[in-house]
Structure formats: structure tokens, C-alpha cells
């Protein structure tokens, strides 16, 4: 009972690795080159190298600790890299109040 317990908790960690590999992976597909050289981070190829890397180790290769480090690139990309090539491609949040509606501001019927 408690191995089986065990064993379905490391397939769910194995699992979300994978997903958040893949996750990275695509977004770092995404992005244009340009915007990696203006956001002053890695090549495009570099983080595509990686987290492809990543994405295959978490399917053919059973080591925690190798998936481990690929999570922590996985990771680094999402937090990190990403933000940065939002930022200089003009994507993510436009500028505004939380109060924004989605016809402008909110004034509180004044």
C-alpha cells in the first residue's frame, strides 16, 4: 500500500517535470531570435538546445537527478527568460490600472 502510494507520487513529479519541459520548450520555440540578443540573454538555439535536451532525458532517461537539473533550466527559462522576451517584444501586460475594465477605466459611476 505505502510503495504503491510512493510510486504514484514520483510518477506525478516525473509527469509535471515533463509537462513544464515541454511547456518551455515550446514557448522558447516561440519567441523570435531577435528578441533573445535585445532582452541581453542566451541564443535562441542555446535554450532551445536545452530544454529539448530536458524534454528527452524526462522521457527516455529514469534519473532523478538528471531531471532534476533539466526542471531547474525549465524553470530559469519561465521565470527568468521569458519575462525579459515579453518585455522587449511588447507582449504581456499593457499599462493601465488594476481597476481597468475591458472598454477602459473603471471610474465607479462617476
Known sequence: ????????????????????????????????????????????SFWLLILGITVVVNLFVPMLFLQLAGAVASIVFLVDVRPALQAVSGGGRRGGSSSDGPYGPYNGGR
Do not use: C
Open 1 to 44: 500500500m505505502l510503495l504503491t502510494g510512493f510510486s504514484t507520487l514520483v510518477w506525478l513529479l516525473y509527469m509535471v517535470m515533463l509537462v513544464l519541459a515541454v511547456v518551455a520548450l515550446i514557448m522558447a520555440a516561440m519567441a523570435r531570435e531577435d528578441a533573445y540578443l535585445a532582452a541581453n540573454k542566451q541564443k535562441k
